[in-house]
């Protein structure tokens, strides 16, 4: 931490310091300069970056409301990099004028319970959700087969064991469930499912799940919110009750523990779910005390089998993540990280010839 810019702030209010978002301080090829809340964040070259001055003064990150305007901003030379769709992507393969990136998103997609909610006490009616959802006809139909179905938060194949329950589509089963843990007589008012994914591919992904789970007698409606309002509704008020997210953890396992474990729920952390299973707890402890490669995946199996078990979050898949670059951008490197971090860009190398 810079002992001379947050010195002055008290260790409790160092999560709430608006320091993080308007001046912090930064050792990466480009440093903080400009932002407009809403608008675009700012980066200067870092003339003291340790792998030299980078080629480029400036980076502009500019946020578009809507991910189609970015496209359109795209081809005309307005930006030179973004996100897109599996579509999107396909119908710029032919473009000479970009170029299409794409590998694994290491983001799980997932339904989130509200688990302060009396509805989703019982692990049955949770397991009743993923027999519910035909996960396999979404990643055929819907995405194309550019993604793969998830049964366990983690996104390193080595930390996923292959024996797991994968929840193949089962209505009987579903329905089995429910009526075991007394649906018709807990299930209230209808669910709402919150996302903060406007696009469209996410929009038919979530009337299927509408529909089929709507088949075993769970009726839910759909809310697209801005990330703002996600949050404000999920992490700061808890007023939800499901949620469709994606799981950010990249590769390492021990980086989705500010969601799972018990101490981090808001706002300390990100458990805005309120997850508080203690085998759960004691496999990050534990993980993050092993050193060795072999044993530290053993832990992480282990983990997977207890969420796999308890569910308490349904993950449904992995999705092949898509990034558009101008071909005017020379050394231009990017990986499909979760939320375009945690990886080596050598941004200090990016050219632009405009």
Known sequence: MPQHALASISPADLVK??????????????????????????????????GGR???SYLVNRYFQDPSS????????????????????QALKSDASVRVIGGPSQVVNYLGFNLKDKRFQDVRVRQAFLYAIDRSAIVSQLFKGTATQSACPFSNPVDVPSNLNSYAYNVAMAKKLLQEANWNAIKGAPLQILTYYPDQLSSSILAVIQQELAQVGITVTIRVADVPTFRELAYTRGQFTLVYAGLGGGPNPDLTSNVYMSTAAPPAGANYLHVDIPAIDQGYINGRQETDPAKRAAIYQ?????????????PLWMSIRYGVVSAKVGNFIWTPAPGGGRYYDAAQDWTFTG
């Open 17 to 50: 310091s608006k320091w993080w978002y308007t001046n912090p301080v930064g050792t990466g090829p480009f440093t903080w300069y400009r932002y407009v809340p809403g608008q675009y964040v700012e980066l200067a070259a870092n003339s003291h970056y340790y």
């Open 54 to 56: 980078p080629k480029l």
């Open 70 to 89: 970015a496209i359109i901003a795209l081809r005309s030379g307005e930006i030179q990099f973004t996100y897109a769709t599996y579509d999107e992507a």
């Open 302 to 314: 282990g983990m997977c089998k207890v969420f796999n078990s308890q569910v308490p979050t349904a």
